[in-house]
């Protein structure tokens, strides 16, 4: 059976009040990216505290937001209620998406492909992605790159980094940091079409559509 969704879920459950402090803010990428897009169903891939479901629920008529991880749904539940905008909060796997076919036509899964433990469950949730989009929707994907200024690779790899909790406990969470090449190998050989591949921040993104694969 794979755990990988157990052992992400149980580090963002250790630390999900901390983490959900930090972020307050939503990404200037995304912000660009959901400017002027509009639709009928958005998916936050990844929510954490729905920083990012914050201003897609301006630009569609409804959004989920799914994550793993219980403890950041209930952060997600507080910005709701603190800040007044609709979302639907759903707990789930990327891997297998609690979401019908066909059916998003905006989402944004950022901040999360790089943590999941292995390439066949990254290229999983990919393929849920794509199963999840409309034939014209779109998704901004982001992932950490060998691009950053803390890594000095030039090849993708693994690794952990520590989350300090105010009290001085270190929690580890795992990385795949992905080196460009490698980012749109992956998402090339999904269910999803690259439109555009970037690099920003620190991070690979891509803009990507439905592929015409199965």
Same mark, same amino acid.
């Given at each position: 059976?794979?755990?990988?969704?157990?052992?992400?879920?149980?580090?963002?459950?250790?630390?999900?009040?901390?983490?959900?402090?930090?972020?307050?803010?939503?990404?200037?990428?995304?912000?660009?990216?959901?400017?002027?897009?509009?639709?009928?169903?958005?998916?936050?891939?990844?929510?954490?505290?729905?920083?990012?479901?914050?201003?897609?629920?301006?630009?569609?008529?409804?959004?989920?937001?799914?994550?793993?991880?219980?403890?950041?749904?209930?952060?997600?539940?507080?910005?709701?209620?603190?800040?007044?905008? *609709?979302?639907?909060?759903?707990?789930?796997?990327?891997?297998?998406?609690?979401?019908? *076919?066909?059916?998003?036509?905006?989402?944004?899964?950022?901040?999360?492909?790089?943590?999941?433990?292995?390439?066949?469950?990254? +290229?999983?949730?990919?393929?849920?992605?794509? +199963?999840?989009?409309?034939?014209?929707? +779109?998704?901004?994907?982001?992932?950490?790159?060998?691009?950053?200024?803390?890594? *000095?690779?030039?090849?993708?790899?693994?690794?952990?980094?520590?989350?300090?909790?105010?009290?001085?406990?270190?929690?580890? +969470?795992?990385?795949?940091?992905?080196?460009?090449?490698?980012?749109?190998?992956?998402?090339?050989?999904?269910?999803?079409?690259?439109?555009?591949?970037?690099?920003?921040?620190?991070?690979?993104?891509?803009?990507?559509?439905?592929?015409?694969?199965?």
């Amino acid at each position: 059976m794979d755990r990988a969704p157990d052992r992400v879920r149980d580090t963002y459950d250790d630390i999900a009040e901390h983490f959900a402090s930090t972020r307050e803010y939503p990404w200037p990428e995304v912000e660009e990216f959901l400017d002027g897009v509009d639709g009928a169903l958005g998916l936050d891939l990844g929510c954490g505290n729905a920083r990012h479901a914050e201003p897609m629920a301006d630009r569609v008529d409804r959004v989920v937001g799914v994550d793993v991880s219980r403890g950041l749904l209930e952060t997600a539940r507080e910005r709701r209620g603190e800040r007044a905008f *609709d979302v639907d909060l759903v707990q789930g796997d990327a891997g297998r998406l609690p979401i019908a *076919d066909g059916v998003v036509d905006v989402a944004v899964y950022v901040a999360t492909l790089h943590h999941l433990p292995d390439r066949a469950a990254r +290229r999983r949730s990919l393929d849920e992605l794509a +199963r999840a989009l409309t034939s014209d929707g +779109r998704a901004l994907v982001s992932a950490w790159s060998t691009a950053h200024d803390r890594f *000095d690779r030039s090849e993708g790899f693994d690794t952990t980094v520590d989350w300090t909790l105010p009290g001085g406990e270190t929690v580890p +969470r795992f990385y795949h940091v992905y080196d460009p090449d490698e980012f749109r190998a992956d998402l090339s050989a999904s269910d999803l079409a690259v439109e555009d591949a970037f690099l920003s921040s620190g991070n690979c993104y891509a803009v990507v559509g439905k592929g015409k694969h199965p």
